[in-house]
């Protein structure tokens, strides 16, 4: 069976360094933030570009963090995209706003900046784009509208940390960036783990005082905060992965051109590259009318494939009832056609050509 990722041959390739790095921390006996958490968050602040990096417990509290410190609550919106984890909605309607749903590019499956300015309303308060599948969204027009109208941009960079959009890396091009460690991501912990990036010094140090229980100094609250400290040791594994990224995502573009061309004439839509925006291929995704049964008969070959996302957020569960007649028709159709395969830098040549052999094998028989 080919995985549709594989953290065991990812661990392999590393291990002595990151075993001598939990070795370390355990050794010193700190395990909440401390030197090891500030020097990830110094070396991925610069990775990125951005003065101030803040390490939290996941992505999801980055999320919710960023807009607690800003402000947003009860009676605010927040436009978002529709095709996404749900964290990115949840996090919106936790801190009491409201996630505001609109369309996304058929091609990238980015928020489609043309329809975000009709959504505005006197209650938007923020813009939270998603960088989906390790693509920029099409930043300028979303930061020109928000300036324009007084709103502060929040990057969602889970699946997409150092792709650059216009030769900047994502994460710091807006108010905020979130990024998430999750062990499935291009650069991924061995638990939960996440990070907020800003260029503003004073919401940084509002994040900081947020994730420590609202505490400046022990014992003291100064404000009700929250538990999302990042730990030691997932920053020491963290720190080592760092190293790697590079070269790790320069292998996931590889493999994706191979398998741009080994799926050139067949009848569905490979991956879109955007004018002047890096693709790093957290996923790659293609198209097809006939996903689900690709996807059976990539399973009966012994080939793992993902699905993201089934179910666009605006017909899921929580948020099914307010938007009943919203119509989205480009995240509605995605939905039921987009498929992912394999793709993560241990994946060897010849299991790249089995599973293009075996999407072409597909069409073959369904001929």
């Not at 041959?9 to 590393?14: E, L, M, R, T, V």
């Not at 004073?202 to 609250?221: M, P, S």
């Not at 990042?230 to 590889?254: E, F, Y």
Request: aromatic fraction near 6%; charge should be neutral.
């Amino acid at each position: 069976m080919i995985p549709l990722l594989d953290l065991k041959a990812q661990y392999a390739s590393i291990q002595t360094e990151i075993d001598a790095a939990v070795a370390d921390v355990l050794r010193s006996g700190g395990f909440i933030l401390g030197p090891e958490v500030a020097g990830l968050e110094r070396e991925i602040a610069a990775y990125c570009g951005c003065n101030h990096g803040i390490g939290v417990a996941s992505g999801t509290d980055a999320l919710r963090l960023v807009m607690v410190a800003l402000g947003i609550g009860p009676g605010d919106e927040v436009i978002t995209s529709p095709l996404s984890f749900v964290a990115s909605a949840s996090m919106i309607s936790h801190c009491g706003a409201r996630p505001v749903f609109v369309d996304i590019d058929a091609k990238s499956y980015n928020l489609d900046p043309e329809s975000i300015e009709p959504a505005i309303t006197p209650r938007t308060k923020a813009i939270l784009p998603v960088h989906l599948f390790g693509q920029p969204a099409d930043m300028d027009p979303i930061l020109e509208l928000a300036g324009r109208r007084g709103l502060a941009v929040i990057e969602d960079c889970a699946q997409a940390i150092g792709a650059r959009y216009r030769g900047r890396r994502v994460g710091c091009l807006g108010r905020a960036g979130c990024l998430s460690f999750y062990p499935t991501k291009n650069l991924g912990a061995y638990g939960d783990a996440g990070m907020i990036l800003t260029q503003d010094p004073a919401l940084a140090e509002q994040i900081d005082v947020l994730r420590r229980h609202g505490e400046r100094r022990k014992y003291y609250t100064d404000l009700l905060g929250y538990n999302s400290r990042l730990d030691a040791i997932q920053a020491a594994i963290l720190r080592v992965k760092l190293r790697h990224l590079d070269h790790w995502n320069r292998a996931r573009q590889a493999i994706a051109a191979r398998y741009d061309l080994l799926l050139a004439d067949l009848p569905l839509v490979r991956p879109h590259r955007a004018a002047e925006r890096e693709h790093l291929f957290h996923q790659y995704t293609v198209r097809t009318a006939q996903r689900d049964a690709l996807a059976e008969h990539l399973d009966r070959h012994g080939i793992a494939t993902g699905i993201y996302y089934p179910v666009p957020l605006h017909r899921q569960a929580p948020y099914a009832e307010l938007n009943a007649r919203l119509s989205l028709p480009q995240a509605e159709a995605a939905s039921r056609e987009v498929l992912s395969l394999p793709i993560y830098p241990e994946l060897t040549p010849s299991q790249i050509d089995e599973i293009g052999a075996a999407v072409r094998c597909f069409w073959d028989v369904s001929k």
